[in-house]
């Protein structure tokens, strides 16, 4: 009880201390001070009366949905003697294995560097400035000659490296429940089994309406949907981010989804929040980054050949060039198990004291980056509020699919449960395809990587990314990509290939989300 109350009180004077130095808490301070000047604001009872007026003002609402999005991203708390890596990784072998991995990719990008003898920085000339300015909402429109610049990595070489993982205390003896599990992934993490998932997404059942499901027995699809509207409605109204989340749960009008999105992130378009973007803006005219090159090139790679996505080209590279520059984001470190890179400034290698990050906000664009950026241009056409979005959707989920972490969000855990689930509830298929040499991840951790940006329909994306929002977890992903093949078990069965495996599994376009994984989670044999 002790321990649960020093908790409290440690995240309390955490989520304070943060609070202190945000834009709410000095327009907080502003509003007291105005209401000083009201007559119903007396002097024998100032803090009830001060109290009150925020209530009715709404500015009580402000703090707590405030409150409510540090709760969300929050790390677990954790013993207050813990140094600051335990934040990051609890894990000593997973902390060794993200740093052996950043230095992999740092390397590549260094000798890319070396090879095309290219600088990681440099300022724009005054003319390329300008030129960059004038084109800035038609850059799709230029052709830069990229074919010398390759991504630093792709998802299969992560793959490769979490497939190596080990925990060096199961080396010698390991337990047997262990040796049983016969995926890829070889580290002993606790994941959850039907029962605990059907627990943890109770709103998913088959007796509670949905959105994205068009035949529920219980209630006509269309009368379900417009009261799901008209409780949206009101929800909006009430300016409650838990309310959002909640009611989320069961999927967004589309009407109403980008509201609800950014209520849920506790996202509001303030002008400091456009002049900040535009700062980043006058940053990336002025300087020119290596990465900005590898961002050009995934984009053109992947989103710039999509049939969904082509359209957003300009947007993609307005809002990933800004991201490259927000040193705001470097705070998400804090309980992100990887590092942001540091370089020097030429001559001082091995200086602290003039080492900077690199890129400014700490993150190396990969293989298939843009598509984290891409369906939410399908919500938010106003490039400021667009940015602010992704970047705290990428703070708050995104960063755990490509960084190597024993969270149960993180791309590890999230690989373990696809596995445990296919082998424990599919059997029979996952041994047919391990036998074969078509181990199922190897098949579906470009769609977890990507959060399936780019294999669904972007409706049914939507769909599923409001499920993310609602239950703050990735691990839908993870039952996603396990009811993908239980769908497609028959076809699965018969081939003989790893080819043929993917073959079956190459077109996700025509899936229905919703139904795959009310089928999976709650009519499934356990």
Known sequence: MLQEESDLSLIIAQI??????????????????????????????????????????????????AVYSEL???????????????????????????????KRILKSLNSMCTELSIPLARKRPVEEQKELLNKWNEMGTDEPDLSL?????????????????????????????????????????????????????????????????????????ELFENEHVRIGQKVLAEQDSAAAQQYIRQGS???????????????????????????????????????D????????????????YFVFEDYLYQVLLCFSRDTSVLSHFAYNSASPPKSYIRGKLGLEEYAVFYPPNGVIPFHGFSMYVAPLCFLYHEPSKLY?????????????????????????????????????????????LREIGAQPLR?????????????LAT????????????????????????????FRAVNLMEVTSLAAAEAVLADLSTLKVMPLLQIFLFATVT
């Open 72 to 102: 969300s991203v929050f790390p677990l708390p954790s013993h207050p003697a813990a140094p600051p890596e335990h934040l990051k990784e609890p894990l000593v072998y997973m902390r060794k294995a993200q740093g052996s991995w950043e």
């Open 459 to 486: 409706d049914q994306l939507l769909l599923l990314w409001d499920r993310i929002l609602g239950y703050n977890s990735l691990e839908i992903l993870a039952v996603l990509a396990a009811a993908v093949f239980a």
């Open 149 to 221: 610049f390759r991504p630093v990595y792709a998802p299969k070489d992560f793959l490769e490296v979490l497939i190596n993982l080990r925990n060096p205390n199961y080396e010698n003896g390991d337990s047997l429940s262990f040796r049983t599990h016969l995926g890829l992934i070889q580290v002993p993490l606790k994941v959850k089994d039907i029962p605990e998932l059907k627990e943890c997404f109770v709103e998913l059942g088959l007796n509670i309406g949905q959105l994205g499901i068009d035949d529920s027995t219980q209630v006509p699809p």
């Open 253 to 291: 009008p589309t009407a109403l989804r980008a509201e609800l999105w950014g209520l849920i992130l506790n996202i509001s378009s303030q002008p400091e929040d456009v002049l900040y973007y535009e700062q980043l803006k006058t940053n990336v005219i002025q300087h020119d980054l290596l990465v």
């Open 443 to 455: 098949i579906s951790f470009k769609w977890m990587v990507r959060a399936f940006s780019g294999y």
């Open 293 to 308: 090159s590898l961002i050009y090139k995934d984009v053109k790679l992947t989103a710039s050949n999509d049939d969904y």
């Open 16 to 65: 304070v201390q943060k609070l202190k130095g945000s834009n709410l808490y000095s327009q907080l301070e502003r509003q007291a001070w105005a209401s000083l000047q009201r007559p119903e604001i007396k002097l024998e009872s100032l803090k009830e009366d001060i109290k009150e007026f925020f209530k009715i003002s709404g500015w009580e609402k402000k703090l707590q949905n």
């Open 388 to 432: 602010q979005i992704f970047r705290e959707m990428y703070v708050r989920f995104f960063f755990r699919l490509h960084s190597i972490s024993s969270h149960p969000s993180g791309i590890v855990s999230l690989c373990l449960l696809f596995e445990t689930l296919l082998q424990t509830y599919l059997p029979q298929l996952f041994y047919h």
